[in-house]
């Protein structure tokens, strides 16, 4: 079991820059892929980014440029920095971890692009 916890979503302008962690609850935390969703109101929840243990990285399509996924193994953390941020981003943000075919989710974190 992996308990995972994010934080650092808030309320942001729009062309503003958010950064979201992810804390991990497992001593194998090297051994998980690593990724961000999120869902936004009455939408499916889709990939944000994701980052394997081979260190390949995967963009959703619409945040390809703006935003960075990295990881601390040392920290046991997950990051997601997101710049340029527009209304659209709006959503609850996930984090996951996953290994095979088991997945770990996160709580959620409200990120909100308002004027």
């Known amino acids: 079991q992996v308990h995972l916890v994010e934080s650092g979503g808030g309320l942001v302008q729009p062309g503003g820059s958010l950064r979201l962690s992810c804390a991990a609850s497992?001593?194998?935390?090297?051994?998980?892929?690593l990724g961000w969703y999120r869902q936004a109101p009455e939408n499916a929840r889709e990939l944000v980014a994701e980052?394997?243990?081979?260190?390949?990285?995967n963009y959703g399509d619409a945040v390809k440029g703006r935003f960075t996924i990295s990881r601390d193994n040392a920290k046991k953390m997950v990051y997601i920095q997101m710049n340029n941020l527009k209304p659209e981003n709006t959503a609850v943000y996930y984090c996951?971890?996953?290994?095979?075919?088991?997945?770990?989710w996160g709580q959620g974190t409200q990120v909100t692009v308002s004027s």
């Open positions: 980052l394997r243990i081979d260190g390949s990285i």
């Open positions: 996951n971890a996953g290994v095979d075919s088991t997945n770990y």
């Open positions: 497992t001593n194998f935390f090297r051994s998980y892929n």
